[in-house]
């Protein structure tokens, strides 16, 4: 063994070491997650990829929308189908090790940037971040791309270039927007004033261009295959022409500014992280505590503006999970911030991380997505428990619906029937929708009605401010399911509630469904 290659050696052990260490902490402390049904777009589109993949050996979508999403995610899930076959458990373990690959590259960055006990800190709080959290069993692509794009970011910092374009690469074939990081790179590398030369610089910027290669080769490749550049008409038509507006920009753009400083209790790390900056820095026997260096500090900015800039101009719904690469930026700078500044910062920085432990179980009162806490495994049982019902009792009826039950309940691999149902889909449960649904109720002869907004108390209310989520954000407000019932002119056979989400399973009085009680 050269005395060269003995270091490299003993830093993939140590690398491989954290790593193990933090796959057995997110394992543990998602157990109790890891057998529950498949969740709302998973069922929609990701699974339902991989899916066909197995079936149909093909890497576009062929039983769901075509979103255009790159193969990568759902090529991953499905080698894991294939090896252990297609069961939640099976995906949520799959997901878990990129979360600890992606909490990995947080810990070897932090440590690098700020020393050992801010990386500690910073990859504890990430993975308890209630965001990061729930997305680490989840199947959506977010994961996958966030994961490489970390990856990346920590190589750009260490000045692995080429490395960096490959892990880049990996994250743009995971997911299309992961293009933005090395994008926002190339602009930082020709601003660095750390390199005087010009051609240097540009030649730099030019590098982080590659990862835009094999994204332009799926692009062909799906106009190949579908004819098509940009996928199902209907998913441009939500996330890119429907979202062109200035006013639309500019409620976005606030709106993401709170997702990635605010929400979920990261509000509280930042005014932490504001209140620290009055204190002086300090100092250790004699020598200052040490900070992340500003140039990366302004890179990381550059990355989290372009993230924030192009999430306000495209996206139809403004979801959390689009911002998962920069939620361990932003805390790796507050622990940075909360150690250089503060005597006894390990207190702060574990009240913090305290704070977002409660925001996994405890709603917060302003409106936010289930997916954003534990609250989407509110949505699972109780949809779990629905199907089981309709099962038992309603075996045989057409379910009038919305999606993604009308999913959950035609595709027994989701994980809620064994058999699938017949079904007619209603687009919500909006008076204007349960009014057509009535008019066809001799169609079906059971209504499987549910909450397809998580409408929570708030402090915050203004008929202003819902008609432009109405206009933008395609916001709109069910019918309770007292009133939903009344106007179907059934009989409510099932119900049930967890918290502010609710299911209603009603019998058409006219219908007579096949083995009802």
């Known amino acids: 063994m050269s005395k060269r290659t003995s270091p490299d050696r003993r830093l993939a052990f140590g690398s491989l070491s ?24 998973e069922a929609g589109f990701y699974v339902p990829a991989a899916h066909d993949i197995l079936q149909y050996r093909t890497l576009i979508p062929q039983t769901s929308l075509d979103t255009t999403h790159p193969p990568l995610s759902a090529a991953y899930l499905a080698f ?39 990386a500690v800190a910073s990859t504890i709080a990430t993975a308890l971040y209630p965001i990061f959290f729930v997305q680490s069993s989840l199947t959506h692509a977010d994961l996958a791309a966030a994961a490489f794009s970390l990856w990346g970011i920590r190589l750009s910092v260490e000045r692995r270039l080429w490395p960096a374009q490959i892990a880049f690469s990996l994250a743009v074939l995971s997911k299309e927007t992961a293009i933005i990081t090395p994008a926002a790179i190339a602009v930082w590398e020709l601003l660095r004033r750390e390199e005087p030369s010009l051609k240097n610089r540009l030649a730099s910027a030019a590098m ?41 920009f500019l409620l976005a753009f606030v709106l993401r500014l709170w997702h990635l400083f605010g929400t979920m209790n990261m509000l509280a790390l930042t005014v932490a992280t504001g209140v620290a900056m009055w204190f002086p820095p300090v100092s250790d026997a004699g020598t200052e505590r040490g900070r992340i260096a500003v140039p990366v500090q302004l890179q990381f900015a550059m990355i989290m503006a372009a993230y924030l800039i192009v999430f306000s101009i495209f996206g139809g719904a403004l979801l959390t999970r689009y911002l998962l690469p920069l939620y361990p930026l932003v805390i ?11 005597d006894r910062w390990e ?21 936010f997505s289930p997916e954003d806490n534990l609250t989407y495994r509110d949505f699972i049982i ?20 919305a999606w993604p039950v009308t999913d959950e309940l035609t595709r027994p691999y989701l994980g809620y029937v064994s058999q699938p149902f017949a079904v007619i889909q209603a687009r919500d449960f909006t008076p204007e929708e349960m009014f057509r649904a009535r008019q066809i109720r001799n169609q079906y002869q059971v209504a499987y009605l549910f909450s397809t907004k998580y409408e929570a108390s708030t402090w915050f209310h ?39 989400e609710w299911v209603m399973v009603i019998e058409m009085e006219s219908g007579g469904a096949v083995g009802s009680p």
Not at 86 to 113: E, G, H, I, Y
Not at 225 to 230: A, D, P, R, W, Y
Not at 332 to 342: D, E, N, V, Y
Not at 478 to 496: H, K, N
């Open 208 to 248: 982080y261009g590659l990862p835009a290669l094999p994204l332009a080769g799926w692009v062909l490749y799906h106009y190949h295959v579908t004819g098509s550049f940009l996928g199902s008409p209907a998913f441009y038509r939500y996330n890119v022409s429907h979202t062109l507006s200035p006013l639309r």
């Open 332 to 342: 790796m700078i507050g622990m940075s911030t909360l150690h250089r500044r503060i």
């Open 18 to 41: 954290i790593f193990s260490i933090i796959f057995v902490f997110v394992f543990l402390t998602h157990a109790p997650l890891l057998r529950l049904p498949f969740f709302w777009d």
């Open 382 to 401: 109780l949809h779990s428990d629905a199907a089981r019902f309709l099962e038992k009792h309603e075996r045989g009826s057409r379910v009038l619906t």
């Open 347 to 367: 207190w702060p920085a574990a009240t913090m991380i305290i704070f977002f432990v409660l925001a996994l179980f405890f709603d917060p009162p302003y409106r």
């Open 80 to 118: 894991w189908f294939a090896l252990s076959g297609l069961k939640p458990a099976v995906a949520r373990t799959a997901m878990l090790l990129l979360a600890a690959f992606a909490l990995t590259n947080v810990f070897l960055l932090a440590r690098r940037l700020a020393g050992t006990g801010v």
């Open 462 to 500: 203004s008929a202003r401010w819902e008609e432009l989520n109405h206009r933008f954000f395609d916001y709109h407000r069910d019918l309770t399911p007292e009133s939903a019932a009344a106007l179907l002119e059934g009989r409510v056979v099932y119900v049930a509630h967890r918290k502010a």
